[in-house]
């Protein structure tokens, strides 16, 4: 019979300061945690789970210290470098967050939206305006506006006379943003 249970924990967390610290001076410090942690109570060190800054790792090496990489960190890279490079992308995350602050800062713009949500029978939520250290929040931005774009869409044609138009999602564009939450909600579950 095959028992499953816990196998690991967090000893305890230590700020080492806002300074930049050496490879060594990191080893000295995993070596004290060691020493004070797993020595006494006869414990073996396996991987250590870190994120993959150069001088941590380096740290594991020369200390002869297993390094496993924290996946979430790793997913955090791999979402924010696509983000990044996507041209299509960019193009819909500038006119996202446009009209996001334009909803944002217009109390008519928002009662606007509000009264078209109602006649769509669309949730009256806010739309949400992502933060850039934090990459769930763009997926979060881009699924509220596709789940209230046919609010939005109503929204763009009754501003559609304005001599500067706000901006204007085509149909790829909509399509590009359903498939972005797509792909993105298994990492935000990952981590």
Same mark, same amino acid.
């Given at each position: 019979?095959?028992?499953?249970?816990? *196998?690991?924990?967090?000893?305890?967390?230590? *700020?080492?300061?806002?300074?930049? /610290?050496?490879?060594?001076?990191?080893?000295?410090?995993?070596?004290?945690?060691?020493?004070? #942690?797993?020595?006494?109570?006869? +414990?073996?060190?396996?991987?250590?789970?870190?994120?993959?800054?150069? %001088? @941590?790792?380096?740290?594991?090496?020369?200390?002869?210290?297993? /390094?496993?990489?924290?996946?979430?960190?790793?997913?955090?890279? !791999?979402? %924010?470098?696509?983000? %990044? !490079?996507? =041209?299509?992308?960019?193009?819909?995350? %500038? @006119?996202?967050?446009?009209?996001?602050?334009?909803?944002? /800062?217009?109390? =008519?713009?928002?009662?606007?939206?509000?009264?078209?949500?109602?006649?769509?029978?669309?949730?009256? /939520?806010?739309?949400?305006?992502?933060?850039?250290?934090? #990459?769930?929040?763009?997926?979060? @931005? +881009?699924?509220?506006?596709?789940?209230?774009?046919?609010?939005?869409?109503? !929204? +763009?044609?009754?501003?559609?006379?304005?001599?500067?138009?706000? *901006?204007?999602?085509?149909?790829?564009? #909509?399509?590009? @943003?359903?498939? =972005?939450?797509?792909?993105?909600?298994?990492?935000?579950?990952? =981590?």
């Amino acid at each position: 019979m095959c028992r499953a249970g816990r *196998c690991h924990s967090v000893l305890r967390l230590v *700020c080492l300061g806002e300074q930049s /610290h050496t490879g060594k001076e990191l080893l000295h410090v995993l070596r004290q945690e060691i020493e004070s #942690w797993l020595s006494p109570r006869k +414990l073996k060190i396996g991987n250590m789970v870190t994120n993959n800054r150069k %001088k @941590m790792v380096l740290a594991l090496r020369q200390g002869g210290l297993s /390094h496993a990489p924290c996946m979430a960190h790793v997913f955090n890279l !791999f979402v %924010k470098r696509f983000l %990044k !490079f996507s =041209t299509h992308l960019q193009d819909i995350l %500038k @006119m996202a967050r446009k009209l996001c602050m334009h909803f944002s /800062h217009l109390y =008519t713009a928002k009662h606007t939206l509000l009264e078209l949500q109602r006649q769509n029978s669309i949730p009256q /939520h806010r739309l949400i305006y992502d933060i850039s250290t934090r #990459w769930n929040s763009t997926l979060h @931005m +881009l699924d509220r506006l596709y789940e209230q774009k046919k609010a939005i869409n109503d !929204f +763009l044609m009754i501003q559609a006379d304005r001599r500067t138009p706000l *901006c204007n999602f085509n149909v790829s564009q #909509w399509q590009l @943003m359903c498939d =972005t939450c797509h792909l993105l909600r298994p990492f935000e579950e990952a =981590t």
